[in-house]
């Protein structure tokens, strides 16, 4: 440990301590969710002080010592077990047993960031990289359908699917919209979806948008002999007409597979997309991430990284979440950042901005894994 390190690390009040280990052995082992924040003090505090504070707010204490603390909701504490002074960053590790262990990915983002991000003792808190332990990975559902999945029922193996989204966003009548899904699939593409604000409008009813959607499907498959899919928008104001809309557009004849239900992940709620990954797995789940660049800008001090949300919407159940255009178009980003967070839930293993994260649930020296 560093002089500068040992310096810090004397300047912890007592309570403080209880959040810092520069020394936990193997935070791999298993036990822990483990993040990268940067962090710029905003205040008085130094880097490991504030650190200390982040460490507490996230997880089971608050600005000043507990006295009703216990033995055991010690062992629950968040820890700060690495730093990076000239990076900025810290590596807080998590005891995955702080969270709802019904696999709950809104309860874990309420914890690491949550209040830490309107905390005053901060200037800048990113959270840039996360990693689940397979131990963890247990809990949660991750994707029931997935690309491959669609892949396999479109046929589709040798290119990448073609998918659009129908422009105007708004304004077009329910068989204007499905006149141009009909174009786009006679012309060639395969996938279309609904954009992130379609819902139930005076001029578009949502169950005359369904109608028409299934009939140019069914005549762009006929004429083309090629298998089509749409993504439907079910967020909605409220579970019920959610899984209403839903209901609705499985009882309207679509073939299995032909159909995906899009949720506006961030604007709606974790909860929307989990009920929808648990209700109906075997539909592909489109998470649209409106309103993300407030949180994931890299101009913005205080958020996550597409990385982050990325992994999270993987845990959640997604089969999709867009990633960024890594540069090109009318979106925000860089190849560095949103090509990353693509390989960082598309594979099996894949390399983030600093955690190897395996979504495998088995040991990573089975060499025969089925």
Avoid at 102 to 122: H, R, S
Avoid at 177 to 200: L, S
Avoid at 291 to 309: D, K, Q, W
Avoid at 319 to 343: L, N, Q, R, W
Wanted: aromatic content about 10%; glycine content about 8%.
């Amino acid at each position: 440990m560093s002089s500068t390190i040992e310096e810090l690390v004397q300047s912890l009040n007592p309570k403080q301590q209880g959040y810092v280990n520069l020394e936990l052995p193997d935070p791999t082992n298993g036990e822990y969710l483990l993040t990268v924040f940067r962090l710029v003090p905003g205040g008085e505090m130094n880097m490991l002080q504030a650190a200390a504070e982040i460490a507490a707010e996230s997880s089971t204490g608050t600005n000043f010592r507990v006295n009703t603390e216990t033995k055991f909701s010690k062992v629950m504490n968040a820890r700060v077990y690495q730093m990076d002074l000239e990076r900025e960053l810290v590596w807080i590790a998590y005891p995955w047993r702080l969270f709802d262990r019904g696999g709950n990915v809104q309860n874990i983002l309420t914890y690491i960031v949550g209040n830490v991000l309107g905390m005053k003792e901060i200037s800048a808190l990113k959270l840039l990289d996360v990693w689940f332990p397979p131990s963890m990975l247990e809990q949660y559902d991750g994707p029931g359908f997935t690309v491959d999945d669609m892949r396999s029922y479109l046929g589709v193996y040798d290119r990448p699917i073609l998918g659009t989204i129908v422009k105007p966003k708004m304004g077009l009548t329910s068989a204007e919209y499905a006149e141009v899904c009909y174009d786009f699939w006679a012309g060639g593409g395969d996938f279309v979806k609904n954009d992130e604000p379609q819902a139930n409008q005076d001029f578009c009813p949502y169950d005359k948008m369904v109608k028409h959607v299934k009939e140019a499907m069914d005549k762009a498959v006929e004429e083309t002999g090629k298998k089509k899919v749409h993504s439907f928008n079910v967020s909605a104001p409220d579970f019920d007409t959610m899984i209403e809309r839903c209901e609705m557009i499985r009882n309207a004849g679509f073939e299995p597979g032909s159909y995906a239900f899009l949720i506006d992940g961030i604007t709606a709620g974790w909860m929307a997309i989990q009920t929808i990954r648990r209700r109906y797995p075997d539909v592909f789940l489109h998470f649209h991430r409106a309103a993300h660049g407030a949180f994931t800008r890299p101009e913005n001090p205080i958020g996550f990284s597409v990385l982050v949300l990325s992994k999270f919407a993987r845990l959640a159940g997604a089969s999709g979440i867009h990633t960024g255009t890594a540069g090109v178009g009318k979106m925000k980003g860089t190849p560095e950042e949103d090509v990353v967070a693509a390989h960082g839930i598309q594979y099996l293993s894949s390399h983030g901005h600093f955690f190897e994260q395996s979504w495998a649930k088995i040991m990573e020296t089975d060499k025969d894994a089925i």
